[in-house]
């Protein structure tokens, strides 16, 4: 299997906090950050003896900078300097060392002389026992490419000397790393993996901020790690990641998600080269079948409004629960189960958030178990449930209902075939049946307020475990501030209709165990449900007692100048209070109910074609209206 390592710039805390921590999500060494040990109180030699106590081996010495020289006087002192680096790596029982290209003026910038000051450290290493990994720094100010480092290298043609490949590096320039398969994997000396999101910025400033664990990013690292791997290289992929957030962030949560972010990258590069030899590969995602169910927390507080609400948009008390204050509400083949209960522990995953919260999202699929196992595998927790006061008698063993947390407040429930009996038996049901009219037909998707830590780490479960591809995320300035929104889409499942979450995250928010969530005035989290013709549902909801928030009439004015809007159509939205929005695809019409607490909300859409986004253009002209509304 292949090797994992990890820089330990990448992580918050102490030096002996970062190796705990590295140790305990499963890497098997680390890469040095010469800052974080020259800051430690460790001796080399307890550095090394608790490396080896934790079962992790030190791969790295880095960085090594500015060797090469115009002045020979100062390239002398490099050699000094590089030497005693030498005799401190004897000490940690680290025999590689990177050696990054000088962006400083006084960079070499003729490639014969800088092989021959390369051959010079390379000797000195070689006598000791140690590799010289030379890097090219994007920002480098005579080279700044892999293919030149590995040009120069090979001129050099020195058993102690190789290259190292990082991905930043490359990428973040927008070079083809295709060339890489021309490198020999034995002359590949370290491998250094980090994302990024686009950002039209300084290279620089980019790289010591910004930068992200594999699947965090834009980047196309399962295209690079195919590249790699099709060289032989046989060392370990390590994650050199430079980012603001992660360095104030929970050392062991960051640490757990870099390792799930490398067997992420595994299986992508497995898929793209079937049959490769010692890349991971989990359980494959079995088929699910949409969203079926939706569990609220509203606590006794908000559930009257929750039941008010939900009964304005055409859906009907279906029973209550005999142990429990939950009740089932239907609509169709949707049902919302709204928990009325003070202590909402076997519903919500965080206690203490504040409600209403969607605490529960139910996917119906035939293989829990085979969710469950991959989950596991991907490191992501996962667990099976069962349902209080469910009594189901089954000769199969499998899982009815297993559980994944995706953020403190809201768990993804893939619901088996048995668990449908579970609810039946748990429930006492309405005396009569339901007769209410039929107007939604689905889920379209779910936004879930996101606080800033935890955003990158919610975004690399989902599409580590369900595969979920992001669309192009938007800032959205409004009356309150400025959303970041970032939707993520399934498909391929077997569903006929494809999973959509969308995560919203608020700059400024409180963050921490006493605001488990981001919320704000006007609202973020919302349910948006389908229907097959927004007109005639919103004359519907009119009679069901549906009050919403009202648009400004200066946004219909605006439409007008945008799109080529039928005047009985806009005359129609006006009317209902229907936004729009269109792209190449196809066209796009929602409109909201109020607020229930301080966030909550449900969304009713109809997508005419295949129109991609979900409206994010007009959420400033919802918030606004919601304000209004007095939320």
Not at 245 to 263: C, E, M, Y
Not at 346 to 373: F, H, K, M, N, Y
Not at 392 to 420: F, Y
Not at 582 to 596: H, I, S
Request: contains cysteine.
């Amino acid at each position: 299997m292949i090797r994992t390592s990890i820089a330990t710039v990448s992580l918050s805390g102490t030096l002996e906090q970062k190796l705990t921590a590295i140790a305990a999500a499963g890497f098997d060494g680390f890469e040095i950050f010469e800052p974080d040990f020259i800051g430690s109180a460790l001796t080399p030699a307890a550095l090394a003896s608790r490396a080896a106590d934790l079962g992790l081996s030190i791969d790295l010495y880095q960085p090594f900078r500015d060797l090469d020289s115009t002045d020979e006087a100062q390239y002398a002192r490099n050699l000094v300097r590089a030497e005693h680096k030498f005799d401190l790596m004897e000490q940690l029982g680290c025999d590689t060392i990177l050696v990054c290209s000088s962006p400083l003026p006084s960079a070499v910038r003729d490639d014969d002389r800088l092989a021959a000051q390369l051959h010079g450290l390379a000797e000195r290493a070689h006598r000791r026992g140690i590799r010289v990994a030379y890097e090219a720094l994007a920002w480098g100010a005579h080279v700044n490419t892999y293919r030149h480092a590995w040009n120069i290298v090979a001129a050099v043609d020195h058993p102690a000397l190789g290259t190292c490949l990082d991905s930043f590096h490359i990428l973040s320039r927008g070079d083809d790393p295709a060339g890489i398969r021309d490198i020999p994997g034995e002359k590949i000396f370290f491998l250094q993996l980090a994302d990024a999101p686009a950002m039209a910025m300084d290279v620089l400033q980019w790289s010591r901020h910004y930068r992200k664990f594999p699947g965090q990013g834009t980047f196309d690292l399962a295209a690079f790690g195919a590249h790699v791997h099709a060289t032989g290289y046989a060392g370990p992929w390590s994650l050199e990641i430079f980012n603001d957030v992660f360095r104030q962030s929970s050392t062991g949560r960051t640490a757990a998600d870099a390792h799930r972010s490398l067997r992420h990258l595994q299986e992508q590069v497995a898929t793209r080269m079937p049959g490769s030899a010692g890349l991971f590969v989990p359980p494959a995602r079995p088929d699910i079948d949409g969203v079926v169910s939706l569990r609220i927390a509203a606590g006794p507080d908000r559930a009257a409004q929750l039941r008010t609400m939900l009964g304005s948009i055409g859906f009907g008390y279906a029973g209550r629960h005999r142990e429990h204050e939950l009740e089932l509400w239907r609509h169709g083949e949707l049902t919302v189960a709204v928990d009325a209960t003070s202590d909402t522990a076997w519903t919500a995953p965080a206690a203490g958030t504040p409600l209403p919260v969607l605490s529960q999202i139910g996917i119906r699929s035939a293989d829990p178990d085979a969710w469950e196992a991959r989950a596991l595998a991907l490191e992501v927790p996962a667990h099976e449930v069962e349902l209080p006061g469910a009594v189901i008698e089954s000769a199969d063993p499998a899982a009815d209902v297993v559980r994944l947390r995706v953020t403190e407040a809201t768990s993804i429930d893939l619901r088996g075939p048995a668990s449908r009996a579970a609810w039946r038996e748990a429930f006492e049901p309405q005396s009569q049946p339901l007769a209410l009219p039929s107007l939604l037909t689905g889920v379209d998707h779910v936004a879930l307020a996101v606080r800033p830590d935890d955003w990158d780490g919610i975004m690399l479960r989902l599409r580590s475990v369900f595969g979920m591809q992001p669309n192009e995320g938007v800032d959205i300035p409004d009356s309150v501030g400025q959303l970041r929104s970032q939707s993520l889409t399934m498909t391929g499942t077997g569903s006929a209709s494809p999973l959509r979450i969308s995560l919203n995250m608020v700059p400024g928010c409180p963050a921490g165990p006493e605001h488990p969530t981001a919320i704000r005035r006007g609202g973020v989290s919302h349910v948006a449900f389908t229907c097959a013709d927004i007109f005639a549902t919103a004359a519907e909801l009119v009679t069901l007692g549906h009050r919403r928030p009202a648009i400004s009439a200066n946004y219909y004015d605006d439409l007008v100048t945008r799109f080529d809007l039928d005047p009985q159509i806009l005359w129609q939205m006006r009317e209902f209070g229907i936004l729009y929005d269109a792209d190449g695809g196809g066209e796009y019409f929602q409109l909201f109910t109020e607020t229930v607490g301080a966030d909550l909300f449900f969304e009713i859409v109809q997508r005419v074609g295949d129109y991609r986004g979900q409206g994010e253009l007009n959420s400033a002209v919802r918030v606004a209206a919601h304000l209004r509304a007095g939320c």
